[in-house]
């Protein structure tokens, strides 16, 4: 549950939602500073992923990161069913031609994921995967860090003495 904070944090209330979204861990400033050593910490951070993403869909480029969480998901399915629906699902979304959320890869990559697509593996999208975090790395994660967004979220944890954002 969020405490009252200051009129300038409560963008981040809404981006949390903090019911809805389940978060009952603390979001540090240390988490937070830890995002600007390197786009892997951001990444693989208990709330850097979602926070990234909330910045992302508010420049409208949030299909990369999405399709990045949605791959480290998928590796993790066990049942063939559920793996053949969920990669039918990620190939319409994704990366067929004109899919709502096209990614920018290369033709080859998607030529091997539309061949596999059929009999789909645990590795299928893992090339497609690497493109996008390239693409991530070079490009979304250093405007994150100079975002304003992210700096406000700095700034908030640091004026609040290092409390947490959540309870």
């Given at each position: 549950m969020f405490r009252r904070m200051s009129s300038n944090t409560c963008w981040l209330c809404k981006i949390f939602r903090a019911e809805e979204n389940g978060i009952s861990s603390k979001l540090s400033l240390e988490e937070v500073l830890q995002w600007s050593q390197s786009f892997e910490k951001l990444v693989t951070s208990k709330y850097g992923p979602m926070i990234c993403k909330a910045y992302l869909k508010t420049e409208h480029s949030n299909e990369n990161i999405e399709f990045w969480l949605a791959c480290e998901a998928y590796k993790k399915i066990t049942s063939q069913r559920k793996r053949i629906f969920v990669a039918r699902k990620l190939f319409t979304s994704y990366i067929q031609p004109q899919a709502p959320n096209e990614l920018n890869i290369d033709s080859p990559v998607r030529k091997a994921i539309i061949k596999n697509i059929q009999e789909p593996t645990q590795s299928c999208f893992d090339e497609a995967q690497k493109i996008i975090y390239m693409h991530m790395e070079r490009d979304s994660y250093p405007r994150f860090l100079e975002s304003k967004f992210?700096?406000?979220?700095?700034?908030?944890?640091?004026?609040?003495?290092?409390?947490s954002m959540v309870n």
């Open positions: 992210y700096q406000k979220l700095k700034q908030s944890l640091q004026s609040n003495g290092n409390n």
